[in-house]
């Protein structure tokens, strides 16, 4: 299995709701990413998770809660989101070492409206 | 700090023809540098990657990367274009140690393929 699974796949959303994105990997990866990708740009680094402990934050505005319950798992709880972020959030996984590559899901296409 | 720069936002070719993406590096210290494509509404998927084990890098789909240490470049290159290269093409790089998908990823370069 090298597959990572986000669902849903589309989500719409007031600016009051609280949702969550949800993040599967089976393939013992212990480096977990979120990246939120514009349009017609490219990704960007939200956050990563070594060992299902967060290690890095790049500066990502509060209202997006990262959580990591297991080493398989990994979620992004939404609340009191603007219009402007609206986009594609795509999870990835990794080994950590040298030179290891990061599989990408299908992403997750958020609409705040 | 490490960064990449790829040279033209869009390329077209024709199909059978020649496909050369063009990237460029920046870091002070030996990258790994890696080739992504993006089919519309999509993930990223690996093409191909370059972790100093050898210049020529091969892919899939019949995609190859040289990494050229004096140009500091890292062009991706197919000898015959299909329709179903169309695609977004991503260039990105990574510091070694640690965690390896926290890229850095160049702006794109959207691949046409004209039949």
């Known amino acids: 299995d090298t597959e990572v699974t986000q669902t849903p796949k589309h989500l719409v959303m007031g600016m009051t709701n609280k949702k969550s994105l949800k993040c599967e990997q089976h393939?013992?990866?212990?480096?977990m990413y979120w990246y939120k990708q514009k349009a017609k740009k490219p990704p960007e680094l939200m956050f990563v998770?070594?060992?299902?402990?967060?290690?890095i934050n790049e500066s990502v505005p509060s209202r997006f809660s990262p959580e990591c319950p297991n080493s398989s798992l990994l979620n992004l709880h939404l609340h009191a989101l603007q219009p402007e972020d609206s986009a594609l959030y795509l999870c990835?996984?990794?080994?950590?070492?040298?030179?290891?590559?990061?599989?990408f899901g299908q992403g997750t296409r958020l609409t705040v409206v | 700090a490490q960064s990449v720069t790829q040279l033209g936002s869009h390329v077209s070719v024709s199909e059978g023809a020649l496909v050369l993406l063009r990237c460029n590096y920046s870091?002070?210290?030996?990258?790994?540098l890696f080739w992504y494509v993006q089919y519309p509404n999509q993930g990223l998927q690996l093409l191909l990657k370059?972790?100093?084990?050898?210049?020529l890098v091969k892919g899939i789909n019949g995609f190859e990367a040289e990494f050229k240490k004096s140009e500091t470049s890292f062009h991706l290159t197919k000898p015959s274009a299909h329709m179903s290269d169309a695609a977004e093409y991503f260039c990105?790089?990574?510091?070694?140690?640690?965690?390896?998908?926290?890229?850095?990823f160049g702006k794109g370069t959207k691949l046409s393929v004209k039949p």
């Open positions: 990835a996984s990794s080994h950590l070492g040298e030179g290891t590559e990061a599989f």
């Open positions: 393939m013992g990866h212990r480096a």
């Open positions: 998770y070594s060992y299902e402990k967060l290690s």
């Open positions: 870091s002070s210290v030996p990258p790994y």
């Open positions: 370059y972790t100093s084990a050898a210049t």
């Open positions: 990105a790089v990574t510091l070694g140690g640690g965690s390896q998908g926290n890229l850095i």
